[in-house]
């Protein structure tokens, strides 16, 4: 059982990265929904002077060092999904210890 979990895991995650590869480069340049209402409420520029995410590594879901913009938003994406996945992996473990 242990076995094919495993599988369907890392199946789940090639699957991930698929969708962040080939979807990534079609994404919204829109505002999404929190930054929307901070702009049309006026508060936007409160957050974007925030010290933290004036050196976020994916602001803005691209790479700062990459100049083409569709490729940075992919390897942006690709990025985010592997940190998201091992970051899940790691407390999934932690959590299993207890």
């Known amino acids: 059982m242990k076995r094919r979990l495993d599988g369907f895991v890392w199946i789940g995650l090639g699957i991930a990265l698929l969708l962040a590869l080939f979807l990534s480069p079609f994404a919204s340049t829109s505002p999404d929904g929190i930054e929307k209402v901070a702009e049309t409420k006026g508060f936007s520029e409160k ?27 992919t390897l942006s994406g690709l990025v985010g999904t592997l940190a998201i996945f091992f970051i899940a992996m790691g407390i999934g473990k932690l959590i299993k210890k207890r």
């Open 47 to 73: 957050g974007e002077n925030w010290k933290f995410w004036k050196h976020a590594p994916l602001s803005d879901y691209t790479l700062p060092w990459i100049k083409n913009e569709k490729v940075s938003t």
